[in-house]
Protein backbone atom coordinates (compact mmCIF):
# COMPACT_ATOMS: atom_id res chain seq x y z
CA UNK A 1 0.00 0.00 0.00
CA UNK A 2 1.67 3.29 -1.34
CA UNK A 3 2.34 5.82 1.70
CA UNK A 4 -0.25 8.41 1.10
CA UNK A 5 -3.04 5.53 1.03
CA UNK A 6 -1.58 4.43 4.58
CA UNK A 7 -1.73 8.03 6.05
CA UNK A 8 -5.33 8.31 4.41
CA UNK A 9 -6.66 4.69 5.96
CA UNK A 10 -5.33 5.62 9.56
CA UNK A 11 -6.56 9.40 8.89
CA UNK A 12 -9.94 8.00 8.63
CA UNK A 13 -9.98 5.13 11.25
CA UNK A 14 -8.69 7.94 13.96
CA UNK A 15 -11.58 10.59 12.70
CA UNK A 16 -14.09 7.82 13.61
CA UNK A 17 -12.54 6.79 16.75
CA UNK A 18 -10.03 9.55 17.94
CA UNK A 19 -9.40 8.09 21.04
CA UNK A 20 -9.42 4.17 20.99
CA UNK A 21 -8.03 1.65 23.13
CA UNK A 22 -8.40 -1.58 24.91
CA UNK A 23 -11.73 -3.42 25.43
CA UNK A 24 -10.66 -5.31 28.33
CA UNK A 25 -11.50 -3.33 31.57
CA UNK A 26 -8.63 -2.75 34.44
CA UNK A 27 -7.62 -0.21 36.54
CA UNK A 28 -3.92 -0.92 37.08
CA UNK A 29 -0.77 -2.31 34.68
CA UNK A 30 -0.97 -5.58 37.04
CA UNK A 31 -4.46 -5.41 35.94
CA UNK A 32 -4.23 -5.26 32.73
CA UNK A 33 -1.10 -7.67 32.37
CA UNK A 34 -3.32 -10.50 34.03
CA UNK A 35 -6.74 -10.08 31.56
CA UNK A 36 -4.25 -9.97 28.81
CA UNK A 37 -2.61 -13.57 29.98
CA UNK A 38 -6.07 -14.22 30.48
CA UNK A 39 -7.40 -13.19 27.18
CA UNK A 40 -5.28 -15.91 24.83
CA UNK A 41 -8.00 -17.66 23.04
CA UNK A 42 -10.77 -15.77 24.99
CA UNK A 43 -13.00 -12.90 24.35
CA UNK A 44 -12.55 -9.45 25.87
CA UNK A 45 -16.19 -9.75 27.12
CA UNK A 46 -15.71 -13.54 28.60
CA UNK A 47 -12.76 -12.06 30.74
CA UNK A 48 -14.25 -8.98 31.98
CA UNK A 49 -16.89 -10.87 33.19
CA UNK A 50 -14.64 -13.04 35.12
CA UNK A 51 -12.20 -10.30 36.33
CA UNK A 52 -15.48 -8.20 37.59
CA UNK A 53 -15.73 -10.81 40.12
CA UNK A 54 -11.70 -11.06 40.39
CA UNK A 55 -10.69 -7.98 40.92
CA UNK A 56 -12.49 -6.59 44.13
CA UNK A 57 -10.99 -9.38 46.26
CA UNK A 58 -8.04 -10.28 44.91
CA UNK A 59 -5.88 -7.26 42.38
CA UNK A 60 -2.16 -7.35 43.33
CA UNK A 61 0.57 -10.06 42.79
CA UNK A 62 -0.11 -10.58 46.57
CA UNK A 63 -3.69 -10.99 46.65
CA UNK A 64 -4.00 -13.33 43.91
CA UNK A 65 -1.13 -15.34 45.15
CA UNK A 66 -2.39 -15.67 48.36
CA UNK A 67 -5.87 -16.94 46.62
CA UNK A 68 -3.82 -19.75 45.26
CA UNK A 69 -3.98 -21.54 42.06
CA UNK A 70 -6.78 -23.23 43.39
CA UNK A 71 -8.77 -20.40 44.43
CA UNK A 72 -7.67 -18.44 41.54
CA UNK A 73 -9.75 -21.15 39.54
CA UNK A 74 -13.09 -20.74 41.10
CA UNK A 75 -12.65 -17.11 39.56
CA UNK A 76 -11.76 -17.62 35.75
CA UNK A 77 -12.81 -21.12 35.09
CA UNK A 78 -15.60 -19.28 32.89
CA UNK A 79 -12.29 -18.71 30.60
CA UNK A 80 -11.20 -21.32 27.77
CA UNK A 81 -7.62 -23.21 28.93
CA UNK A 82 -8.22 -21.68 32.76
CA UNK A 83 -6.39 -24.68 34.76
CA UNK A 84 -3.23 -23.28 32.62
CA UNK A 85 -3.72 -19.62 32.66
CA UNK A 86 -4.45 -20.06 36.26
CA UNK A 87 -0.89 -21.72 36.93
CA UNK A 88 0.29 -18.77 34.36
CA UNK A 89 -1.07 -16.34 36.87
CA UNK A 90 0.22 -17.57 39.74
CA UNK A 91 3.60 -18.31 38.44
CA UNK A 92 3.19 -14.43 37.22
CA UNK A 93 2.60 -12.96 40.58
CA UNK A 94 5.30 -14.96 42.72
CA UNK A 95 7.75 -13.66 39.87
CA UNK A 96 6.80 -9.82 40.07
CA UNK A 97 7.42 -10.29 43.53
CA UNK A 98 10.80 -11.70 43.59
CA UNK A 99 12.00 -10.18 40.66
CA UNK A 100 10.40 -6.73 40.38
CA UNK A 101 8.83 -5.60 44.11
CA UNK A 102 5.71 -6.71 42.68
CA UNK A 103 5.25 -4.13 40.12
CA UNK A 104 5.20 -4.67 36.49
CA UNK A 105 8.19 -4.31 34.72
CA UNK A 106 8.35 -1.72 31.75
CA UNK A 107 10.85 -3.33 29.30
CA UNK A 108 9.51 -5.82 27.15
CA UNK A 109 12.61 -8.46 28.15
CA UNK A 110 10.99 -8.25 31.32
CA UNK A 111 7.67 -9.07 30.24
CA UNK A 112 8.56 -11.10 27.84
CA UNK A 113 10.67 -13.38 31.04
CA UNK A 114 7.31 -13.80 32.96
CA UNK A 115 4.86 -16.99 32.56
CA UNK A 116 2.25 -16.62 30.11
CA UNK A 117 3.57 -13.95 28.70
CA UNK A 118 4.55 -13.43 24.66
CA UNK A 119 5.50 -10.93 22.48
CA UNK A 120 2.08 -9.86 21.81
CA UNK A 121 1.00 -9.45 25.91
CA UNK A 122 4.23 -7.46 26.09
CA UNK A 123 3.41 -5.35 23.27
CA UNK A 124 -0.58 -4.69 24.46
CA UNK A 125 1.16 -3.87 27.95
CA UNK A 126 3.85 -1.28 26.68
CA UNK A 127 1.12 0.01 24.60
CA UNK A 128 -1.70 0.60 26.71
CA UNK A 129 -0.27 0.97 30.09
CA UNK A 130 3.18 2.75 29.42
CA UNK A 131 1.88 4.05 26.42
CA UNK A 132 4.72 3.05 24.00
CA UNK A 133 4.28 2.55 20.08
CA UNK A 134 4.27 -0.99 19.67
CA UNK A 135 1.86 -3.10 17.48
CA UNK A 136 0.92 -6.28 19.22
CA UNK A 137 -0.67 -8.49 16.28
CA UNK A 138 -3.62 -10.50 16.71
CA UNK A 139 -5.76 -12.37 14.56
CA UNK A 140 -7.73 -9.19 14.15
CA UNK A 141 -5.05 -7.37 13.33
CA UNK A 142 -3.11 -10.36 11.32
CA UNK A 143 -6.33 -10.62 9.05
CA UNK A 144 -6.72 -6.29 8.63
CA UNK A 145 -2.78 -6.00 7.67
CA UNK A 146 -3.30 -9.07 4.75
CA UNK A 147 -6.71 -8.35 3.50
CA UNK A 148 -5.99 -4.62 3.19
CA UNK A 149 -2.70 -4.75 1.48
CA UNK A 150 -1.62 -2.72 4.68
CA UNK A 151 1.09 -5.05 5.58
CA UNK A 152 0.94 -8.83 4.24
CA UNK A 153 2.70 -11.42 5.64
CA UNK A 154 2.57 -14.52 6.29
CA UNK A 155 3.23 -14.89 10.24
CA UNK A 156 2.36 -12.63 12.65
CA UNK A 157 6.32 -11.57 13.35
CA UNK A 158 6.60 -10.60 9.46
CA UNK A 159 3.24 -8.38 10.00
CA UNK A 160 4.54 -6.89 13.21
CA UNK A 161 7.55 -6.19 11.52
CA UNK A 162 5.82 -4.76 8.56
CA UNK A 163 3.41 -2.59 10.29
CA UNK A 164 6.36 -1.03 12.05
CA UNK A 165 7.86 0.02 8.89
CA UNK A 166 4.67 0.93 7.10
CA UNK A 167 3.32 3.14 9.84
CA UNK A 168 3.57 6.99 9.96
CA UNK A 169 4.69 7.51 13.47
CA UNK A 170 2.17 10.33 14.23
CA UNK A 171 -0.77 7.14 14.15
CA UNK A 172 1.60 4.31 15.74
CA UNK A 173 0.25 4.76 19.45
CA UNK A 174 -3.31 4.10 18.69
CA UNK A 175 -2.94 1.86 14.97
CA UNK A 176 -2.87 -1.17 17.60
CA UNK A 177 -6.38 -0.17 18.72
CA UNK A 178 -7.62 1.04 15.89
CA UNK A 179 -6.56 -2.25 13.49
CA UNK A 180 -8.05 -4.73 16.10
CA UNK A 181 -11.44 -2.93 16.48
CA UNK A 182 -11.64 -2.58 12.87
CA UNK A 183 -11.52 -6.08 12.71
CA UNK A 184 -13.25 -7.27 15.36
CA UNK A 185 -16.22 -5.06 13.78
CA UNK A 186 -15.98 -4.11 10.21
CA UNK A 187 -13.62 -6.71 8.86
CA UNK A 188 -14.82 -9.73 10.14
CA UNK A 189 -13.24 -13.16 9.67
CA UNK A 190 -16.75 -14.79 7.97
CA UNK A 191 -17.89 -12.47 6.24
CA UNK A 192 -16.63 -8.63 5.96
CA UNK A 193 -18.69 -5.55 6.49
CA UNK A 194 -17.42 -4.45 3.28
CA UNK A 195 -20.00 -1.84 2.03
CA UNK A 196 -19.83 -0.35 5.35
CA UNK A 197 -16.16 -0.05 5.45
CA UNK A 198 -14.83 3.30 5.69
CA UNK A 199 -11.32 2.33 3.66
CA UNK A 200 -12.86 -0.32 1.38
CA UNK A 201 -11.99 2.08 -1.04
CA UNK A 202 -8.36 1.61 -0.14
CA UNK A 203 -8.38 -1.95 0.67
CA UNK A 204 -7.17 -4.48 -1.93
CA UNK A 205 -9.07 -7.39 -0.68
CA UNK A 206 -10.63 -9.06 -3.54
CA UNK A 207 -13.44 -10.82 -2.18
CA UNK A 208 -15.25 -7.60 -1.16
CA UNK A 209 -19.00 -8.08 0.07
CA UNK A 210 -21.63 -6.26 -1.58
CA UNK A 211 -24.64 -6.60 0.77
Not at 10 to 36: I, N, Q
Request: glycine share 6%; proline share 6%; hydrophobic share 40%.
Amino acid sequence: MKRADVIELFSRLRELDPHPTTELVYSSPFELLVAVVLSAQATDVGVNKATKKLYPVANTPQAILALGEEGLKRYISTIGLFNAKAKNVIALCRLLIEQHDGEVPRTREALEALPGVGRKTANVVLNTAFGEPTIAVDTHIFRVANRTGLAPGKDVRAVEDKLEKAIPAEFKQDAHHWLILHGRYVCKARKPDCPHCVISDLCRYRDKTVG
